[in-house]
């Protein structure tokens, strides 16, 4: 059985976006199921990563189509030094920058992949008269594949499924775009017609499924999930000597962890001995509002290491005492649940996560007995829990015994998929 899969995010891409189907592919043979996987040409990726090459199965045939970006087209006229967006939206634009965001938001629907739906349907067309394919698989963000895979749906009759890896009008910055209502109604039209059309849709979290409920009735939730390793490291990983607190990705202005910069800022002032134990570390690109927060601290107990490779990442992850993980402070936040919050669970180390206590992660911690949440505005309840978890650290107790997390491995969960891809053939 064959399956074409259309993605953006494909190694040499950086970042979360490439972990679900690129594992996705890593496993799916070992089901009876033959990827071709369908990605741009020249894609301007934000972030790279080499090593993610390594994780692409021996043969896997790759076909690729060139892509127009309005990103290589705008920054002909931004500034030099102006960094390219990683992942959140730029915190003080200027008046230019305003314009072409608004540009962006009302113009390039669903979004700026948008001039790549075309040439795709018209090569893939071609491409599936000529090889036999059994099912074609989108996913998105960007939401464009899926406007590829509603066509080719339409077209050739192929089973189709969408896969969602964040929501499309319900992702946390959908309401801080300048939308104007036409072209917020043609994203919630659009959004229908993939959900309506698709044999099946894939979501990440429960949430989201029954967001989505009202409008199909053939939603299935696989997650994202962690890998082992084929390569064992030549000399265990040994714990750090700090009281070090990690956290790893993207942090932007909604994710910003105000109430976890407070209780710190507390500790500090009313325990010395905390103060010189402590290091914070973060991993991953921050925005300006997170800068501006963290410079109220001690730059002694601040270690900002920025983007690095996903391998060195879980290096992190497994050297670090405990794992901090924020959720966005936004009115879908119940939803949410980071992809790393899966490796975090691999690395078997003490989860301290802000956000919605009846959300989706809420019940991964409480199932995996992984970690403890806490609300975004209980600051006491924070310190608390980060002082008990020193406490445990100065005591030599700090561990954490998980449980169920083998479920979560990207090889159940390809299974899961396999099993859906092979329902609706």
Do not use: C
């Amino acid at each position: 059985m064959k399956v074409l899969i259309v993605t953006y995010y494909w190694p040499p891409a950086g970042g979360s976006g490439v972990q679900r189907w690129l594992k996705f592919v890593k496993y799916l043979r070992d089901f009876g199921i033959e990827p071709i996987v369908y990605v741009p040409k020249n894609a301007n990726y934000p972030i790279k990563d080499n090593s993610l090459q390594s994780d692409i199965p021996k043969n896997i045939k790759v076909v690729t189509k060139s892509i127009v970006e309005p990103n290589t087209i705008f920054s002909f006229f931004k500034p030099k030094k102006t960094k390219q967006s990683a992942g959140f939206l730029e915190s003080n634009p200027s008046l230019l920058g305003r314009l072409f965001l608004k540009i962006r938001a009302n113009y390039f629907i669903p979004d700026a992949r948008k001039f790549w739906i075309k040439p795709s349907i018209k090569f893939l067309k071609k491409y599936l008269l000529e090889n036999e394919i059994d099912a074609i698989i989108t996913t998105g963000p960007p939401h464009s594949l899926h406007l590829i895979g509603l066509a080719l749906k339409g077209t050739t009759g192929i089973p189709w499924i969408s896969d969602f890896r964040d929501p499309w009008t319900d992702i946390d910055y959908f309401y801080q775009l300048p939308l104007s209502n036409k072209s917020k109604a043609k994203h919630h039209l659009l959004e229908k017609k993939v959900l309506k059309n698709a044999d099946a849709v894939l979501v990440v979290g429960e949430t989201m499924k029954e967001n989505f409920s009202s409008i199909s009735n053939n939603i299935h939730v696989i997650s994202n999930g962690y890998d082992t390793d084929t390569k064992k490291q030549d000399t265990p990983i040994q714990l750090d000597t700090k009281f070090t607190i990690t956290h790893i990705g993207l942090m932007n202005a909604d994710r910003n962890p105000i109430i976890f910069w407070e209780a710190l800022h507390d500790l500090i002032e009313e325990n010395q001995e905390f103060k010189n134990d402590v290091i914070v570390k973060l991993i991953g690109k921050l925005a300006s509002q997170v800068e501006e927060s963290i410079d109220k601290l001690p730059k002694s107990i601040i270690d900002k290491v920025g983007y690095v490779s996903h391998n060195e990442v879980k290096k992190y992850q497994l050297k670090s005492q405990v794992l901090l993980l924020a959720i966005n402070n936004v009115p879908s936040a119940k939803g949410i649940i980071t992809g790393k919050i899966f490796e975090y669970l691999q690395a078997k180390r003490p989860i301290l996560a802000i956000g919605p206590k009846d959300g989706d992660l809420a019940e991964i911690l409480k199932n995996t007995n992984s970690g403890t949440i806490v609300d975004f505005d209980e600051k006491e309840a924070l310190k608390s829990e980060i002082f008990k978890l020193y406490s445990d650290y100065k005591t030599g107790n700090l561990k954490i015994a998980s449980i169920n997390i083998e479920q979560y491995h990207r090889k159940n969960l390809t299974a899961q998929l396999a099993q859906i891809i092979k329902t609706i053939k």
